[in-house]
Structure formats: C-alpha cells, structure tokens
C-alpha cells in the first residue's frame, strides 16, 4: 500500500468519524429529518471503511489513533454544540433589533402610549378557517411583550359556533374581533395580516376599545368644500377623501355633512365643525352661528385654498387670525416648485410637540400665509403659530412660474398655520371650558397631501386637540412600504441545516484534511 494512499485514508478516516459524530447534531438540532441523518452516517461509515482498508497493518494501535482523532473531534463538535446553544438561549432571551429599511417591526409612539394605557385586559380573538396568519400572530407577540394586559387566540369559527353566533359572523369572513369587558370591535384580519397595515389596524381597534364613545365631526358643505362623499371628482379625489374619511373613523371619530345655511345651528353633539376648502363665501347668518358656537366652548377648523373668499374676516379677526392673499414660495427644500412648501419648523405646542421631537418635515402643497393679529381680538383670546417656514420663504403676490422675491413682497419665516383659545365661563350653553380655532393656510392637507405620514400626523392631532382628547397627540404607525421577505418553513429548515451544519462540518473537515496532510508529510 503506498505511502500516499495511506495518508488518504488516514484523512477519510477522520472525516468519517466527524460525520459520524455530527449526524445526531444534523438529526436531533438542525434538521430533524432523517434523510440527511442517513446520509451522513453513511458517508461517515463509507469514509471509516476507507482508512480501516488503507491501514490495516496499523490496527493493533487503532485505539490510541480513534482516540486521538475522537477526542480532537469531540472538542470541535462540543463546541460547534455550545454556539448553537448560545444562539438559542439569545433567540428566546435577548432583545431583538429592527433592520429593516421601513422599521417594519419597531412599534410606533401611538402603540406604546396606547398599550401602557391600557387599564383593564383585551383579548383580540381571530377566526380563521385553516392555517393560522404568522404576520398577525407575530403582531399579536410584540403586543403582548408590551403589555401583558393584551392577549390573543385563534378560533375555528366551526368548532366555536357560539362565538360565531355572538359577533354574528358570516361564513369565510377574515375578521378579527377585539374584545375588552363587554365593549368590542371588528377588525380586518387580511389588515392584520400586512406588514404595511397590520399596526395601524390593531392600534386604531385599540384606541376604539378603549374609547367610550366617538366624537362627532361635522363637515360643513354647500360652499364648494371637500365633500365626505365625493360624486364628480377623479378616482384619485374619490380615493382619498374616503382614505381621510377611514382614518378618522379608525380613530373613533365620526365624521358627518353639515349645511348650517339649512341646519341653522350647530348640532347639541359636535366637537368640531370644519370647513375645508371651501370656494364661495360663508354667509353672514353662517359666521354667526360658528362664532357663537365658538363662544360657547365650541372649536373650529379652518382648511383654505389660496386666494379664497371665505367670508369668515369678522370671526377670524376677533379669534386673531387672517389669511393673506398670494402664494407662499420656499426655495429652500425644492428650487424648481417653489409653491410646494418643505418646512420643519414648528411652534412649541402640544399638536407639533410630537412631529418636532420626532424631526418630521410637514409638506404644504400650495398655501396662503397666516397673520397672527394683535388688535380687535376678543377679551381673552391667545393666538400661536403652529407651523411655520423656513426663513427664505415669501409671499408671492403675483404668482408665476418661477417666481421671484419682488421688491414690496414680504419675505422671512411666516406662519402656516396657526391656533387660537378662549376661555369660556359657566354659563348655560357652554360646550366646553374652551374655545379653539385652528387655521391651516392649505385644504389639501385633508386630501391630496394628507398621506404624507407626517401631515396625516398633524391633521389627526389637530381633529385630537380640537375635540379635546390629549392621549391621540402622537405619532402614529407610519404606512411602511412592505420591506420582507415572506420564508416558508421548508426554506428556513434549508437555511438552518447549511448554515449551522453543513458548513460547519466542511469547515472542521476542510481544517483535519489540511493539517493530516501536512502531518504525513
């Protein structure tokens, strides 16, 4: 037998044992399939057979060699075996971090505040027909890991009829059901089930749970406003109103038309009237109905269009607001559209507080400036800006397609939008201890622009400081652009055995060849 087939066995016969060894590991840890057990034991016997044929003069000292080459081997593998239990106990223990480029798993500031608010226990119960959702019962996880007061089960709505019968559920619906005492509320499980939507969805459940009641939001209409139900717009303007219109019904308002010019009042329920984008005046009878509905410890919004006629100048001027005529322009953020205004800039109040510790840039399609008036206000109204410029910006008076800061034109950081407060006696009538008006310098910020997360973020906390509700100023769960890989089990078992197996056991294997080889030299 030459010198050099001698050395190949004496390699085969290492690399027979370590497959030998490592085979429980591919059985019991990394696989768990017998297939790839098989295999291995059966190269390893293979390989063993080879070297007892190349050495089998040098038997009588086999024992001190199986020794030699078993223990060197057992050291490795024991070691492989402690990473591979490190790694476990890490998975089950240790805090995980969120890669992904959308943040998909990091929970939002609305989540958490609404969580740690949470003062008695709610249980999401999903009906499912089949294989459960791993994306909405991972969801449900990072729930429960906040808060232990959240809890989740899965129901076959055949084996639980009564369930069914109780929410009343239709065969083949995905729905999943909310519960907290004896409140409860519908959620879309296929939502649930969306990494884009899967929070926003159980977040905005959360908050309507909890709630006891929603807020009435009345729309004013019959003036050429943004319309609830829109009949001749564009699919485009259809899709979004009745996205705005969602989103304030997922956060438990109710949003509702209101045409005071036939109504003649203010609905007992409101807590808050809007008038967005309207293009013809409000009348006088109109404006004396929300200025007193104001006085009383109403509040207002006011979303304009640029060189609109609202016929609001008295109320507006006694609350200490005007809007200016002309086009704010910023070439700061985007030289080549001016008249879309970027800006991060924010005055310090609790509807901004949250965009400008979270360092967001609101966008302001087209807007009008604010003044904040300091004359012919009512006794006792304060006015602040809410959202300002930056300090290049200026009024274009005469709006062109590249416009240029003329001689004339006031320029610096002007205010977008803004807030006024009356406090108001006891008295009968009163509403609420508080008059507020907020004035917003653009109407798209309902529409066109209102999925921009961070304008969504600062039209709902508007609706929230209006309506009086401090726990929904906040950042909400952004809409997060689907950034994961969907792995089937069969695949991570294919990605577990390489990765913790078999390339561990070609590593160790390719090392004993190298160092045999260079020993029989």
């Known amino acids: 037998m030459s010198p050099r087939l001698k050395a190949w066995g004496q390699v085969a016969g290492a690399l027979g044992v370590l497959f030998l060894l490592t085979s429980f590991i591919t059985f019991f840890v990394t696989s768990g399939s017998l297939a790839p057990f098989f295999v291995k034991v059966g190269v390893g016997a293979v390989l063993t057979g080879f070297w007892v044929v190349t050495n089998g003069e040098r038997l ?53 505040s609404t ?13 499912v027909e089949g294989e459960v959702p791993e994306a909405a019962e991972s969801l449900f996880e990072r729930y429960h890991q906040l808060n232990a007061r ?44 969306s990494a884009r939507l899967g929070e926003q969805e159980l977040t905005n459940g959360l908050v309507r749970v909890a709630s006891m009641g929603s807020r009435s939001l009345y729309f004013l209409e019959g003036h050429g406003e943004w319309s609830l139900e ?75 269009e640029p060189g609109a006629a ?12 005007q809007f200016e005529p002309g086009l704010v322009a910023d070439a700061k953020f985007n030289p080549d559209q001016p008249y879309g205004v970027v800006t991060p800039f924010f005055g310090d109040h609790p509807i901004t507080r949250p965009l400008s510790n979270a360092h967001l840039n609101v966008f302001f399609a087209s807007t009008s400036a604010v ?27 005469t709006p062109t397609a590249h416009p240029t800061l003329d001689s004339g034109e006031r320029s610096g950081q002007l205010t977008l939008a803004a807030v006024a407060t009356l406090d108001v006696a006891e008295g009968p009538g009163r509403r609420s201890p508080q008059a507020r ?58 990605i577990r055995l390489l990765c913790l197996d078999v390339m561990p056991t070609l590593l160790i294997g390719v090392g004993l060849t190298v160092w045999l080889s260079r020993r029989a030299r």
């Open 437 to 494: 008006l907020l004035a917003f310098g653009d109407s798209e910020l309902l529409v066109g622009a209102f999925g921009v997360d961070p304008n969504r973020n600062l039209v709902m906390n508007a609706f929230a400081w209006a309506t009086q509700q401090p726990a929904k100023l906040t950042i909400r769960p952004p809409d997060r652009e689907l950034s994961t890989i969907e792995l089937r089990e069969e695949s991570l078992s294919t």
């Open 371 to 397: 003044t904040l008036l300091r004359e012919g206000l009512l006794p006792g109204v304060k006015v602040e800006p809410l959202v300002l410029t930056t300090p290049y910006a200026w009024i274009e008076s």
């Open 230 to 304: 829109p009949a001749n717009d564009s699919p485009e303007a259809r899709q979004a109103t009745l996205q705005v219109k969602r989103v304030l019904e997922d956060e438990g308002y109710a949003p509702k038309a209101l045409n005071l010019a036939l109504a003649r009042e203010v609905p007992a329920d409101a807590s808050a009237v809007v008038l967005a984008g309207a293009h013809s005046p409000v009348s006088q009878a109109e404006q004396g109905l929300l200025e007193g509905y104001l006085k009383a410890g109403g509040s207002v919004l006011v979303f304009t």
């Open 60 to 112: 009588s000292g086999w024992a001190r060699q199986a020794f030699f080459y078993s223990s060197s081997v057992a050291i490795t593998v024991a070691f492989v075996v402690a990473l591979v239990a490190v790694n476990v106990l890490v998975a089950r223990h240790a805090p995980s971090w969120d890669l992904t480029e959308k943040q998909v798993y990091t929970l939002s500031a609305q989540t958490r």
């Open 115 to 127: 969580l740690a608010a949470l003062d008695a226990p709610v249980t999401a119960i999903a009906f």
């Open 150 to 193: 959240f809890t989740w089960e899965f129901k076959d709505p055949r084996a639980s009829p009564d369930l069914a019968a109780k929410y009343q559920l239709r065969a083949g619906s995905a729905v999943a059901v909310l519960v907290r005492g004896e409140r409860f509320q519908f959620l879309d499980l296929g939502r649930l089930s």
């Open 310 to 321: 609202l016929g609001l100048d008295e109320l507006l001027g006694h609350f200490g607001v």
